[in-house]
């Protein structure tokens, strides 16, 4: 796999079109950071780490109205493509209603808690 964090999007994007009720990925600590914030901000409903050996990140949607919470979800840096913003250029996703998520120095955070911490990064994606 070239690129877990495309997988990551990809596969939460496929089970809430598909109305699963949970989706099964392979571990790494991006993954679950990034799963630990989209829980934060209530675009999903849990985050299970499962197994010893070869750990299983096991996250529960959310829906409302059998649709699901997360409307639209894009990578924005690539494995060719990093992209870069300094604190000052930091995207706000549809007028605040999205979210944005940073690697950042201070590790990864969604875009408002680097405006308030005033530190840039890489974007990783967006969510709305």
């Known amino acids: ?29 991006m ?6 914030l989209l829980k934060r901000e209530g675009y999903i409903a849990s985050v299970a780490v499962e197994g010893a050996v070869v750990k299983t990140l096991k996250l529960g949607l959310r829906y409302q109205n059998r649709k699901t ?3 639209g979800i894009k990578q924005v840096s690539t494995p060719g493509l990093r992209r870069y913003v300094s604190s000052t250029e930091i995207p706000r ?35 709305w």
């Open 69 to 71: 919470v997360i409307t």
């Open 31 to 36: 993954k679950e950071s990034i799963a630990h």
């Open 1 to 29: 796999m070239n690129d877990p964090i495309a997988d990551l999007l990809t596969r939460i994007r496929n089970a809430g079109s598909a109305l699963h009720p949970e989706v099964a990925i392979p571990h790494s600590k």
């Open 93 to 127: 996703v549809l007028g605040g209603m999205g979210v944005a998520i940073l690697s950042t120095p201070k590790g990864l955070m969604t875009g408002s808690d680097a405006r308030k911490q005033n530190t840039g990064g890489e974007v990783v994606c967006y969510i």
